[in-house]
């Protein structure tokens, strides 16, 4: 079974911490999107990644996908109210056309 | 910016009552997916359409649950009866692929509860 893993799975800080969540899977993964969800409402993409050892960089959202495109982490700086939600990483694993979601992470950013 | 829409946003129904979902996809996204999405996990493939073919219903209980995309534009989700274990959210999304990159967009969901 493939397997997306997110840590961590709850996060609660202070506005103005930097944070990292991780996805992690055993699998390789062709891309990987990332999504933040808030309550009621579908996710929304994030971002793309593709290549191994690729870093995007949306304003104070930082993506990386591993050299070996197994893994991929979301460092976010200066964290805000505005960023709480839940934030999942999915993507097809290499080969197949199946999409499947991690775990999830549930941030909430404290004023 | 195109958006994948979906009707109800909301449905409350009894259980053993049927209950539909629509989604009408981005438009020329060809790949259309249904998920059910359990409050704070992510969310869990019930089907996947190639134009209007299913290429995916592994995890659809086909016992009480249809779907369909006739035309192969928008869809729909049917549950028949519904019960109460069927409570969640249920997401469309639609994707297009691009250099050999699939990216899924979201619409806003529907939320069933089931009494």
């Known amino acids: 079974t493939q397997l997306l893993e997110q840590s961590p799975q709850f996060l609660s800080i202070q506005e103005g911490e930097n944070l990292t969540v991780y996805c992690n899977s055993s699998s390789v993964f062709s891309s990987l999107q990332w999504y933040r969800q808030e309550p009621g409402e579908g996710p929304v993409l994030l971002v793309t990644v593709v290549t191994g050892g690729e870093v995007k960089k949306l304003k104070r959202l930082t993506f990386q996908f591993g050299d070996a495109r197994k893994d991929s982490s979301l460092h976010i700086t200066a964290a805000q109210p505005g960023d709480t939600g839940l934030y999942l990483c999915?993507?097809?694993?290499?080969?197949?056309?199946?999409?499947?979601f991690g775990t999830g992470t549930r941030l909430k950013v404290l004023a | 910016e195109a958006e994948v829409a979906q009707s109800p946003r909301y449905k409350i129904t009894e259980k053993s009552q049927a209950v539909a979902f629509w989604c009408d996809p981005i438009s020329g996204h060809a790949t259309l997916y249904w998920y059910r999405q359990i409050l704070g996990q992510g969310p869990e493939l019930l089907v996947q359409f190639q134009d209007e073919s299913v290429v995916d219903d592994s995890q659809l209980p086909k016992d009480r649950f249809s779907a369909e995309r006739l035309k192969g534009v928008d869809s729909t989700l049917k549950i028949q009866p519904a019960e109460l274990g069927d409570s969640a959210m249920y997401l469309c999304?639609?994707?297009?692929?691009?250099?050999?990159?699939?990216?899924?967009?979201f619409g806003p969901g529907t939320r069933l509860t089931v009494l």
């Open positions: 999304a639609s994707s297009l692929r691009l250099a050999g990159v699939d990216t899924q967009y």
């Open positions: 999915a993507g097809p694993t290499s080969g197949t056309y199946k999409y499947i």
